[in-house]
């Protein structure tokens, strides 16, 4: 079945240090993908998301490129901030229209620190 | 902000009791969705529903019903809730310009001794 594959946190970074997290998927057809994030204490809010191969998401200075031939969309950040800190979600959305689910990877925590 | 509100925020109940949470939207969604989220596991899908008294059974459904007599609200029941029921429970919404994004309420941290 489908499914996301997340790198293990925490992810722990100085202020202004470049940000990787690792994400591949598994799925039939043509998945959307997407990123949310999660700060403590709060709902899933929707970082960026990108629809067919090659597309780059970009938001807030993150970016996530769909690469179709690797099955991956790594979320990247050229300068972390203290603000970053947060739970990174990894998710792909397959299946017809009416059907449609979110599948999540596990989150990876990522701290910043000044 | 697409609206969307759950109740209640905290629930502490004990084993063997009925629970039920409620999932309120205000800009007439047909989709809505419930999820838990554990440790490990990410955000795994219970239910959803896909109009008014149109539902269907996520990947860990069981031990849930879910009912929507109305757009506006989407009610989880857990019948006789269990410690393995522990969780943070959230409610979302399908929308975005090509509607094919989730928008999640701020959760239900529900504690079943």
């Known amino acids: 079945g489908d499914s996301v594959t997340q790198m293990e946190g925490p992810v722990t970074l100085s202020e202004e240090a470049f940000l990787t997290i690792n994400c591949t998927y598994t799925?039939?057809?043509?998945?959307?993908l997407f990123w949310y994030v999660q700060y403590p204490g709060e709902g899933l809010q929707l970082l960026l998301k990108a629809t067919k191969a090659d597309d780059k998401g970009s938001n807030k200075g993150f970016e996530a490129t769909y690469r179709k031939e690797t099955t991956s969309f790594h979320l990247e950040k050229g300068s972390v901030q203290v603000s970053d800190s947060a739970v990174y979600f990894c998710?792909?959305?397959?299946?017809?229209?009416?059907?449609?689910?979110?599948?999540f990877g596990t989150g990876t925590r990522l701290q910043v620190f000044p | 902000d697409a609206g969307i509100t759950q109740s209640p925020r905290h629930k502490v109940t004990e084993t063997g009791t009925p629970v039920t949470l409620r999932c309120h939207q205000t800009e007439n969604h047909r989709y809505m969705y419930w999820y838990r989220q554990d440790p490990g596991h990410g955000l795994r899908l219970i239910h959803y529903s896909y109009g008014v008294k149109d539902t269907d059974k996520g990947e860990v459904s069981d031990g849930y019903s879910v009912s929507r007599s109305k757009t506006e609200d989407f009610l989880l029941t857990l019948e006789s809730a269990t410690s393995s029921q522990t969780s943070v429970y959230f409610c979302a919404i399908r929308g975005g310009s090509s509607y094919n994004e989730q928008f999640f309420g701020p959760g239900t941290r529900l504690t079943v001794l």
């Open positions: 998710a792909l959305m397959a299946g017809d229209y009416n059907t449609d689910k979110l599948i």
């Open positions: 799925a039939t057809g043509y998945p959307s």
